[in-house]
């Protein structure tokens, strides 16, 4: 399993959010150089993006939450959202992200 997981949860329709395009990319010499590139699987996650493990730096998960709001009907403000976050040591870091037309909230899982 990768250090750095995430998962999409669509609260408005009350699921997880399949389908959604994440690329997850590190800060290098101040420049954002891509890492991995998936897309949320039925349960809303995805699973093998991203390497097992990373050094401690910043990282960022980005959603093209577009490209989920339109396959599923709906008409959203944010057509992406950017989740910039610290690794500070070799813990697991799961970075979920609530998912709405137009709002959305993350927070350091477990």
């Known amino acids: 399993m990768s250090q750095l997981t995430t998962h999409v949860l669509d609260t408005t329709l009350g699921r ?43 990282y960022r998960f980005v959603f093209d939450t577009a490209a989920y709001f339109a396959a599923t009907g709906q008409v959203g403000f944010h057509p992406e959202v950017v989740v910039v976050f610290d690794v500070v040591d070799d813990g697991h870091y799961h970075v979920p992200l609530l998912l709405s037309p137009f709002a959305y909230s993350t927070y350091r899982g477990s």
């Open 16 to 58: 997880p959010a399949a389908g959604v395009p994440v690329g997850l990319e590190a800060s290098v010499d101040g420049q954002w150089t891509e890492l991995a590139t998936g897309v949320t699987d039925d349960d809303g996650r995805a699973r093998s993006l991203g390497p097992d493990a990373v050094p401690p730096g910043r």
